[in-house]
């Protein structure tokens, strides 16, 4: 089945500072590719997501790139705040919806 | 209000004693779906359902069963719980019959088992 791989597992970036989460998938049919925000002691939340017939997309200072050749796709957070301090996590879907491990986003004031 | 529903939160139970935990939605969403979180392994998917009387497995079905009787409901039966069992669980669903739409999930379960 389709393998999700995920990087980095932690990740601490200071106030203001930007952070670069990077998914690679395996299937070349997966065709959606969705962001999930888990704080502590919470439900998963959808912050973004994107389809394959889209290279970009962008909401504020949350962005996903997408690039299907090389199979990865990445979140990028600009001007980072500490409420953006959380677990996330990336997902393709094809045949089935696989989860990355997720990223342990930290940001220090 | 829209929302996913799961109860309990937290249960506490013994090895062999057959549990329950319930999942309802009140968005009309077709496909609901089971996953149980562990530290370090992310989100695996258990069962899933594409529309009612609809279910199949997902990457870690043993030791679990689903119904799906009827569209806002979705329980997970646990027959015989065994402590590797032990997990944080959560029920979602989405407006669409595939994996291509957004996931709504559920507050969790949070399920020890000793």
């Known amino acids: 089945g389709e393998n999700v791989e995920q990087h980095p597992s932690t990740l601490s970036v200071q106030e203001g500072d930007s952070a670069v989460i990077k998914c690679t998938y395996s299937?070349?049919?997966?065709?959606?590719f969705p962001w999930y925000k888990q704080e502590l002691g919470k439900r998963p939340q959808l912050i973004i997501d994107i389809r394959s017939n889209v290279g970009e997309k962008k909401d504020q200072r949350i962005a996903v790139t997408l690039n299907k050749t090389a199979k990865h796709f990445s979140l990028h957070i600009t001007e980072t705040q500490p409420e953006d301090s959380a677990v996330y996590f990336c997902a393709a879907s094809g045949y089935a919806l696989n989860f990355g491990k997720g990223t342990s986003l930290l940001v220090t004031p | 209000e829209a929302q996913v529903t799961q109860n309990p939160r937290y249960l506490i139970t013994v090895t062999g004693k057959k549990l329950t935990v319930t999942c309802s939605q009140n968005?009309?969403?077709?496909?609901m779906s089971w996953y149980r979180q562990d530290p370090g392994l992310g989100l695996r998917q258990i069962y899933y359902s594409m529309n009612v009387e609809v279910t199949d497995k997902g990457d870690v079905p043993e030791g679990y069963k689903v119904s799906r009787k009827e569209k806002r409901n979705f329980p997970l039966i646990l027959e015989s719980p065994s402590p590797n069992q032990t997990s944080l669980y959560f029920c979602a669903s989405s407006p669409g019959t595939d994996y291509n739409s957004p996931l709504h999930f559920g507050n969790g379960t949070r399920l020890t088992v000793t």
């Open positions: 299937d070349s049919a997966s065709n959606y």
């Open positions: 968005m009309n969403h077709e496909y």
